[in-house]
């Protein structure tokens, strides 16, 4: 009877102190991130962004928990017939409505539905580290992660239809840093895979991606984008790169007010989805006005 008590004092002591560190380590992470519950956990994080994306790539933004963020992207036609459809305006354009929920601080999920190949997309966003105000942390390290499935007919994967082949699949891992207060950059590495691809195409890409913004107002900045798919040699399936996916370059301008960011721009890539962005455009930014189209992107968010 006397070793039973003990016991059940030691397990309600040490429950009550587990729960005043989590309450404690709660409290304290200050840094908005997931190693801020363990490090970092007393320095206030730098606001590298004020929104979620920067034309074409995500950034480190994640709004705070509880936030549902709605974000349209659209892209209109090529440029090629200059005013006759506008500079594209009236050409054929695609679509991208997605809705992102901010679970905690640096914890993102969200769900997107584009016009080509009827891409249905579940995303994941995480902030591993913030860039902190004190210098201790100087740089963002974000994860954001992409399924996507194409919810065409079925003919259009050939006759050993498979459920699996409407699958493809983005891993990015950024590092994002405020160098000055008008001036951040953010750098990242992704792998793409398409569970299915056309003959001659590759089932694997690794990409480089790099984000610019340059504030001249409180609420006005010019905006860089540029996705590089890379050859690398170990993992190519063909002899010869056959069909090889081009560079993804954009620059345009951005809008912020305290619920809403716009941006209009000019880029070369129209798939909405980073894997399709990565794997399968095939337009070159300056080669010719052919491969330039028209974009806007608008995001709003409601606090709950």
Known sequence: MKNLIIIILA??????IVAQDTETTKKENKNKSLLGYWIMNDSKPQTTYEGGMIIDNHTSYIPSAKTLEMVIQHRFGSMENGISDIFGIYGTANTRLA?????????????????????????LKANLLRQTKDGKSPVDVTYYGNFSLDARDESYFGEDYKFGNRAAYFNELMVSRQFVKWFTMSV???????????????????ALHFVGRIKFSGQSSIIVNCDVPLKIEGIKEWTEFTNPPKYNFGFGYEVVTATHVFQVFAGSATYLVPQYNVMKNQDDFFKNIDNVFIGFNISRVWNF
């Open 11 to 16: 397990i309600f002591i040490s429950s009550s």
């Open 188 to 206: 990242g590495g992704s792998f793409t895979h398409f569970n299915q691809v056309d003959s001659l195409y590759e089932h694997d890409k690794i």
């Open 99 to 123: 809705l992102n929920y901010s679970i905690m601080d640096w914890l993102q999920v969200g769900f997107g539905t584009t016009k080509n190949y009827k891409l249905q997309d579940f995303s």
